[in-house]
């Protein structure tokens, strides 16, 4: 009997990994979206250590449009789907807020929604980054997942141009003009990137005549960008001074160059005076400059003249500021005094909330104190030129309007006034003019307003009274307070060209 055969039963090699097989086809699909989100990290992490600040020029600004655009376009084509724009936002965000976290300035550190200036620094540290990245990154989406036709997508695509368009407007600065508003023959009226500590400051010159003396102003602050309002409010002077003044290392246009903050330093700010100063000598051909500070601004100028008095004819204060810890406490205690007086609880509460300084809660606790001031002034005029001037330029307290800026440098602006504020400020905590700076070296004429604050006033007072100087001229004005200079711009005029003017030609 022939047995039977049982049947060799072989097993389907396929069969045996089903498990890692079926996981794998599951994951398959996943794949190229896990990539579009390591890639969206990746170039987040990227951006953050490159531009930690998010982006602070017209190129990086565009830059940011264009990485939006890429990451939704390839997110859109690989998801098929719009929505995916959400996932790549987030991840990409989320990396550049990592990449960045050591950077401790108050519009990209911590968010602070407890006070108008916490949501300000909200906008503008990360909301306008956000604007410029998600509106190209939906258009992006919408060509990539196939939805090109839909009204959605043109009206992205008319946004993303637009936008870009704002964003790419140039800065200028308008033309010198004659009282019959024709521009002036041979005039000067630039903007010149000029560098200073090796990274790039925007200086602005205006002059009718470029041979006339140099006058570089410095403006307040810290963090304050005058170069618009400086341009209108120094109008009267343009005819008879080549007038200089920049944005200093962290104010609006120069804002980049905040960073590192710990070479941002008052010696770095004083440095940057002195170089620029040579910078302009060597321009216009000049032996020396004069030299005007306005508040902040006064105390590089006094330090500046005190270091190197052979580039500097003469030294005007304006809004002269001594010694700002005890000009804060006095002010402080005044605003106390007049919540007694008058019973506002409003100004109780502040300086209950805020204490007395120095103030921890820097910059937030000065800017609240700062809206307080209007309690102290007393009424008083400004002169009828520099108010027609505010009025016909159209600007407001901070220039922002000003054809000097790019769209990217109008946000700047407010952003160096609350980030370099708060790197500048606590560096100047303890120094005492009246101290430290007994003598200077050069005429000084300091523009006394008689409305000034008590507080900032009679430090300057004091200071002048005690200084040595080889002349010194205290000018006091009734219809000025802080900002003397522009105030009274119009005798301010005169007094350069009777005063001052003539000690270009003694030196």
């Given at each position: 009997m022939v047995g039977s055969i049982n049947p060799v039963r072989v097993e389907d090699d396929s069969t045996r990994?089903?498990?890692?097989?079926?996981?794998?086809?599951?994951l398959r699909p996943w794949l190229p979206l896990a990539g579009v989100l390591a890639l969206a990290a990746g170039s987040g992490l990227v951006t953050g250590q490159i531009a930690p600040l998010g982006p602070v020029t017209t190129v990086g600004a565009l830059a940011v449009m264009a990485t939006g655009a890429l990451l939704g376009l390839v997110g859109g084509r690989v998801a098929r789907s719009a929505w995916v724009v959400i996932a790549v936002a987030v991840v990409h965000v989320g990396a550049i807020e990592i990449a960045r976290s050591d950077v401790l300035l108050p519009t990209v550190h911590d968010v602070?929604?407890?006070?108008?200036?916490?949501?300000?620094?909200?906008?503008?540290?990360?909301?306008?980054?956000?604007?410029?990245?998600?509106?190209?990154?939906?258009?992006?989406?919408?060509?990539?997942?196939?939805?090109?036709?839909?009204?959605?997508?043109?009206?992205?695509?008319?946004?993303?141009?637009?936008?870009?368009?704002?964003?790419?407007?140039?800065?200028s600065t308008p033309p010198v003009r004659?009282?019959?508003?024709?521009?002036?023959?041979?005039?000067?009226?630039?903007?010149?990137?000029?560098?200073?500590?090796?990274?790039?400051?925007?200086?602005?010159?205006?002059?009718?005549?470029?041979?006339?003396?140099?006058?570089l102003y410095l403006s307040g602050g810290p963090g304050q960008s005058d170069l618009a309002l400086s341009r209108v409010l120094s109008e009267p002077w343009v005819d008879d001074v080549v007038f200089a003044t920049y944005d200093q290392r962290g104010n609006g246009t120069s804002y980049a160059a905040l960073l590192p903050t710990e070479e941002a330093t008052l010696d770095r700010a004083v440095t940057d005076v002195i170089e620029l100063t040579?910078?302009?000598?060597?321009?216009?051909?000049?032996?020396?400059?004069?030299?005007?500070?306005?508040?902040w601004g006064t105390i590089l100028g006094v330090l500046a003249v005190q270091q190197r008095p052979d580039l500097f004819h003469a030294y005007l204060g304006s809004g002269q500021m001594v010694d700002v810890t005890e000009t804060d406490r006095r002010i402080y205690r005044d605003l106390v005094d007049y919540a007694d007086r008058t019973g506002d609880g409003s100004v109780a509460a502040l300086t209950e909330r805020i204490g007395p300084p120095p103030y921890a809660d820097i910059p937030w606790a000065n800017a609240d104190v700062m809206l307080a001031y209007e309690y102290l002034y007393g009424p008083y005029t400004p002169s009828a030129g520099y108010l027609e001037r505010g009025r016909a330029s159209g600007?407001?307290?901070?220039?922002?309007?000003g054809v000097e800026y790019t769209w990217v440098d109008k946000v700047d602006v407010l952003r160096g006034l609350m980030d370099t504020f708060a790197v500048m400020y606590p560096q100047i905590q303890g120094l005492d003019l009246r101290r430290d700076v007994p003598?200077?070296?050069?005429?000084?004429?300091?523009?006394?307003?008689?409305?000034?604050?008590?507080g900032r006033r009679e430090l300057a007072l004091q200071w002048y009274a005690a200084l040595e100087?080889?002349?010194?001229?205290?000018?006091?004005?009734d219809g000025a307070a802080h900002a003397v200079a522009f105030e009274q711009a119009d005798a301010v005029e005169r007094l350069l060209v009777e005063e001052v003017l003539p000690l270009v030609g003694d030196r």
């Open positions: 990994h089903t498990p890692h097989r079926r996981l794998r086809t599951r602070r929604i407890d006070s108008m200036w916490g949501w300000l620094a909200l906008v503008l540290g990360r909301g306008v980054h956000a604007a410029l990245l998600v509106l190209p990154m939906i258009l992006g989406a919408r060509v990539g997942a196939g939805v090109r036709g839909r009204a959605g997508t043109a009206v992205a695509g008319v946004l993303t141009l637009g936008l870009a368009v704002v964003v790419a407007l140039p800065a004659d009282a019959d508003g024709d521009v002036v023959p041979g005039s000067v009226a630039t903007l010149d990137t000029v560098p200073l500590g090796g990274d790039p400051h925007t200086v602005m010159v205006r002059a009718a005549d470029p041979d006339a003396p140099v006058l040579d910078y302009l000598r060597t321009r216009f051909g000049e032996d020396r400059v004069i030299l005007m500070g306005e508040s600007l407001d307290q901070f220039g922002v309007r003598r200077l070296e050069v005429p000084v004429f300091v523009l006394d307003g008689a409305a000034e604050l008590d100087a080889p002349t010194k001229q205290l000018v006091t004005f």
